[in-house]
C-alpha cells in the first residue's frame, strides 16, 4: 500500500509555537520572581528571554521611533538662492532619481515633457537625471539632461545644485542601513541641508526561522517600514516660496 505523510503547513504552526514561547517565558520567569521575592527579576528575565527570539525586532522599533520623533525635522543650514520667479538655477538629481525609459534609450520629447510639466515651477534652466532602459537583456544607464522654460541646452554649464548619496555605517549594520543625503551649492561648495533614509534589513537565520516557525513571509510582514525626511527637506528647499519662509 502507498504511505501517506501528513504534512502540517507551516503558517499553522507560527501561532502556536509563538505563544508556547512567549507563555513559557512569562511562567518562568513569574516563578523565578516568587522565588526570589523580586518585580524586578520578574521584568529582566521576561526582556532577556524574550529577547533570544525578537531582540532585533524591539531594536529595530526603537531606532525607528527615535527617528521618527528627534531626527525628522528640518536639517536645512541655507536656503538656495531663488530668482524672482522663486525658481533655482539648475538641478541634478543623478545617481538620485533613476527615471525608467519606456520606448528607447533616450528621452522622447513625450517624455521630457513629462518632466518638464514636473519640475519647471520651480527649477530655471535644466535638469540632469539618471535614466535606464532595457535592451537586448541588459541594463543600458546613461545621464541625460532636460532643458526648462525655454531655455537652449547647454551640456558644458554644470548644474547649480546638486544631491550627493553615500551609505553611512550604523551601530547594527545587520539590522539597519542609512543613507545620508548632502543637497550641495556646486557655486558656492555651501551644503545646504542633509537628510536620511533609513532601512531595515531582513535575516532569516535566527532563534526563531529555526524553532518558531518564521520564515521570510513573516520576516517581511514584522519588519519595520522604511523612514525618511528626503522628500521634507527636498520641498521645503527647492520647491516651496522661500518668501513664504521668510515671514
Not at 507563555?23 to 516568587?34: A, D, N, P
Not at 539648475?90 to 514636473?118: A, F, G, M, Q
Not at 551649492?185 to 532601512?199: E, Q, S
Request: hydrophobic share 35%; glycine share 2%; net charge positive.
Amino acid at each position: 500500500m502507498p504511505s501517506f505523510e501528513f504534512v502540517i503547513p507551516q503558517s499553522f504552526l507560527f501561532i502556536p509555537a509563538n505563544l508556547s514561547f512567549i507563555s513559557s517565558c512569562f511562567f518562568i520567569s513569574y516563578i523565578l520572581s516568587k522565588i526570589f521575592k523580586s518585580a524586578i527579576i520578574f521584568f529582566i528575565l521576561l526582556i532577556s528571554m524574550l529577547s533570544i527570539a525578537y531582540y532585533d525586532l524591539f531594536i529595530k522599533y526603537f531606532i525607528k521611533q527615535y527617528y521618527e520623533l528627534t531626527q525628522m525635522d528640518s536639517k536645512i543650514y541655507f536656503y538656495p538662492q531663488k530668482n524672482e520667479g522663486q525658481k533655482i538655477d539648475s538641478l541634478s538629481l543623478v545617481n538620485i532619481y533613476n527615471h525608467p525609459l519606456k520606448y528607447s534609450t533616450t528621452l522622447t520629447s513625450i517624455e521630457k515633457d513629462e518632466i518638464r510639466n514636473v519640475h519647471e515651477n520651480y527649477i530655471e534652466k535644466f535638469i540632469d537625471i539618471s535614466t535606464y532602459a532595457y535592451k537586448y537583456n541588459r541594463t543600458i544607464s546613461s545621464i541625460q539632461r532636460v532643458s526648462l522654460n525655454n531655455h537652449d541646452e547647454n551640456l558644458e554649464e554644470k548644474a547649480r545644485f546638486t544631491i550627493e548619496r553615500n551609505l553611512k555605517t550604523t551601530f547594527f549594520p545587520k539590522l539597519y542601513g542609512k543613507y545620508e543625503y548632502k543637497f550641495i551649492d556646486t557655486k558656492t561648495n555651501y551644503i545646504l541641508a542633509t537628510a536620511f533614509n533609513i532601512f531595515f534589513n531582513v535575516d532569516n537565520n535566527k532563534f526563531r526561522n529555526k524553532y518558531l516557525y518564521w520564515g521570510n513571509e513573516k520576516e517581511q510582514e514584522f519588519n519595520q517600514i522604511p523612514i525618511n525626511n528626503f522628500d521634507n527637506i527636498y520641498k521645503q528647499l527647492f520647491i516651496e516660496d522661500l518668501r513664504k519662509n521668510n515671514k
